[in-house]
């Protein structure tokens, strides 16, 4: 079973960054399609970013597209999220997710298989 744990998020005033981490172990992160997803208290969970395979393709929800970056580390079994000129309605639970893919530059990642247990990114002054 892979397993997946999210690091990296914490409290951070308007405009600043932070960088979340997702460590994946029990299995080669090579095999998914990696996303990150957030869920804010009281609205729904959304997508906000996926990285293909291959690291070729990625997508970003409009919202954070040229303020968010996704990454991947095959050799040290990372995946990453930096996340720039972070804005209030970014505060929400982030987590980092699995998913078996046929297709190495397939970059969507609905429906995942795994998930991790979620890390806190709170944005406020």
């Known amino acids: 079973q892979l397993q997946l744990v999210e690091s990296g998020g914490g409290v951070v005033q308007p405009g600043g960054s932070l960088r979340l981490s997702c460590t994946v172990s029990?299995?080669?992160?090579?095999?998914?399609?990696i996303g990150w997803f957030r869920q804010a208290p009281g609205k729904e969970r959304e997508i906000v970013s996926c990285?293909?395979?291959?690291?070729?393709?990625?997508n970003y929800i409009d919202s954070v597209k040229g303020r968010f970056s996704i990454s991947r580390d095959d050799v040290s079994n990372t995946a990453y999220l930096q996340m720039n000129s972070l804005k209030p309605e970014d505060t929400a639970t982030y987590y980092c997710?699995?998913?078996?893919?046929?297709?190495?530059?397939?970059?969507?990642?609905?429906?995942?298989?795994?998930w991790g247990q979620g890390t806190q990114v709170t944005v406020s002054s």
């Open positions: 029990r299995s080669a992160l090579g095999n998914y399609a």
């Open positions: 997710t699995a998913k078996i893919e046929s297709y190495s530059n397939y970059a969507h990642c609905s429906s995942p298989e795994y």
């Open positions: 990285i293909s395979i291959s690291g070729l393709r990625t």
